[in-house]
């Protein structure tokens, strides 16, 4: 059965909120327990729809998967080799992370193109090419993907672009080979970081972790291990931009490392929002008068995320002046924009990557439509603050990367209803 949430704004929120596990360092150290020739604890795993799907995709081939609260064993020794099922795969964007560790663990992986994206095109390059570096033969790109690896290469692997997925990918396929590899271009997320550090116990030596180059020496002998996933800086940034918007509120944010979002922390300082930094906590507090931006551009990590370019928008529907967003990285990550018009944002798109927003403008509740995960997320940031009441249609998008953040918005005095329609 679908829901919408249904939010009275204007609440303010008050009190202390701790952030769930990363979705997108989870979904990674999930697919790693593969590699493992005994089972693997994941703590602090963050209970949404996505981390479901991938344990699904595992249980089909074979893993026997145990939770206890937000604690995930998984016992990979019973793993099959088959192609992964069509459906769940086609569900699931980051699907894509089974293609490195399946390919190495048995020599050949077969699986549909993964789907579950809206917001650009995605191509699957940067997976495949860095893959063939390794030594891998593509088979067929066509109907599915097929790849099979027998001799793995020690070589030099230049990434085709800086991907968050591709780089995890093949840093685990190198983990659990006998070669010694250098990886160029790589990601540095928190969340890519929080692998190397889960592959490093597993056995694989691994040097640059964070950097733009990591080198990995692998070993077919990886064991299981305990881990636990690094706290969600996106969740962070979206109760620091909820407190400091929705009127009289202040709020202390814990559960993860307030220097992954330095980038996030430049804009509100430029914002003149009240805000204190302590090295796991962050503490928001309502500002009245915000001030405009020359630029929002979203970049590759340290850069300004754009997992959180879309819940900034309502710091630019609330600052006095004109506001541009240029969104470097995808190509249908501003749709969100047509639904905050329908409450009285003032908004210019010019094309798939630019807009102007123009500010302030008190939003007003109406029926609203989430278009992705982190849309979904900024509507419900909306909905905060307007005026009178405000559905959100579409929640299921929200599930898929958020832990229960309606029960933690009410934890903090918000008005927020998950209603069957
Ligand atoms: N791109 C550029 N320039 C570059 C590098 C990348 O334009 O120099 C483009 C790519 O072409 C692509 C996009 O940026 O269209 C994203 O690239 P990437 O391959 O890094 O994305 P991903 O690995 O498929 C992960 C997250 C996404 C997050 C992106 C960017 C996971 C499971 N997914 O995707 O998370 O938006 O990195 O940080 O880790 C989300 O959580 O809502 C989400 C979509």
């Not at 192609?83 to 964007?93: G, I, Q």
């Not at 056995?203 to 064991?223: A, C, F, V, Y």
């Not at 881990?227 to 400091?244: C, N, S």
Request: aromatic share 6%; net charge positive.
């Amino acid at each position: 059965m679908s829901s919408k949430f249904v939010i009275q704004g204007k609440k303010p929120l008050t009190g202390s909120i701790k952030v769930s596990g990363s979705k997108n360092a989870a979904l990674p150290c999930i697919a790693a327990t593969v590699l493992g020739n005994s089972p693997s604890t994941l703590h602090n795993v963050p209970r949404i729809e996505d981390v479901y799907k991938m344990v699904e995709i595992l249980e089909y081939l074979g893993v026997i998967a145990d939770w206890k609260g937000n604690t995930l064993t998984i016992d990979p020794r019973k793993i099959k080799s088959k192609t992964l099922p069509h459906n769940l795969v086609k569900s699931l964007r980051a699907s894509i992370l089974l293609l490195g560790p399946m390919l190495s663990r048995f020599g050949e992986v077969k699986m549909a193109f993964p789907g579950g994206c809206v917001i650009g095109k995605r191509s699957v390059r940067a997976h495949l090419n860095s893959l063939r570096d390794l030594g891998a033969e593509i088979i067929n790109t066509k109907d599915v993907l097929h790849l099979k690896l027998k001799k793995p290469n020690s070589t030099k692997i230049i990434m085709w672009e800086i991907s968050v997925t591709a780089t995890e990918n093949i840093m685990m396929a190198c983990s659990s080979q006998n070669t010694t590899n250098t990886i160029s271009l790589t990601a540095a997320e928190p969340h890519v970081q929080n692998l190397c550090q889960m592959l490093k116990k597993m056995g694989s030596k691994i040097k640059g972790t964070g950097t733009s180059e990591i080198h990995i020496t692998g070993t077919r002998k990886l064991k299981g291990v305990t881990h636990t996933i690094v706290g969600d800086y996106l969740e962070m940034g979206l109760f620091a931009i909820a407190a400091a918007t929705v009127p009289k509120s202040k709020i202390l944010i814990k559960g993860v490392s307030t220097a992954h979002l330095d980038s996030f922390w430049n804009k509100f300082k430029e914002a003149g929002i009240n805000f204190t930094l302590f090295a796991n906590e962050a503490e928001v507090s309502y500002t009245k008068k915000i001030k405009s931006f020359s630029k929002l551009d979203t970049r590759l990590y340290p850069g300004f995320p754009t997992d959180l370019q879309a819940p900034f928008s309502m710091i630019l529907t609330q600052s006095k002046g004109i506001s541009k967003i240029f969104e470097t990285l995808f190509e249908s990550r501003l749709n969100y924009l047509y639904e905050l018009e329908k409450m009285g944002a003032k908004v210019e798109i010019y094309n798939p990557h630019q807009a102007l927003i123009v500010g302030p403008t008190p939003l007003t509740g109406t029926n609203v439509e989430s278009c992705d995960l982190r849309a979904g997320a900024t509507l419900v940031l909306a909905g905060l603050i307007a005026k009178g009441e405000t559905h959100v249609f579409n929640i299921d998008y929200i599930d898929r990367g958020h832990e229960k953040l309606d029960e933690k918005l009410q934890s903090l005095g918000a008005q927020i209803e998950r209603r069957a329609i």
